[in-house]
């Protein structure tokens, strides 16, 4: 997994109104498990996988790599955040920072998620000023739409991948989330 160059990692933990973003900790595996095996939470991003398989493959302490929190809530972890260079899974992004979020779909119409993501992004922008960030979600996916507006993305492009239309939107440097 590509990191975020410069960046010390992890970083202190960010506060918000509700929420602290965190590294993962042991104790969010069982809320990793849920994450990745909800139908609802990957209905746009490849399906659910099985449970069993990540009961037996799940490290003891999951999601640990530059660039992903755990959105927590009185303790407990609700979503992910990741803001990572982009692998190459979507050649539109390669190389460039890409945020990606799942939530709990207990904690869904709250406003965590925007939350989160402003947090997350305002951090970003303080240890890399000037970088853009980008996103890429399926059109059909009306929540992260709306959500990706609220927090400064515009559209660049769509295009078909994975059997379904794609948006994909940049958030430049500049945009403030509050």
Known sequence: MPDLG???????????ERLVLREPEARDRAAFIELLASSRVSAYVGGPRPRAELERTMPRVP???????VAALDGAMIGQITLTRDTGHLPRAAGRA???????P???????AAEACAAALDWFAD????????????????SSMRLAARLGFVEVERFEAYGAEQWFGE???????H
């Open 106 to 112: 207990g904690v869904w119409g709250q406003g965590y």
């Open 127 to 142: 240890v890399l000023p000037g970088e853009p960030v980008v996103l890429a979600t399926q059109t059909a996916n009306l």
């Open 171 to 177: 958030r430049p440097a500049a945009t403030t989330t």
């Open 98 to 104: 890409e945020l990606g979020y799942l939530f709990l």
């Open 6 to 16: 410069p960046v010390a990692w992890p970083p202190a933990p960010i506060r918000t």
């Open 63 to 69: 999601g640990r790599r530059p660039g992903g929190f």
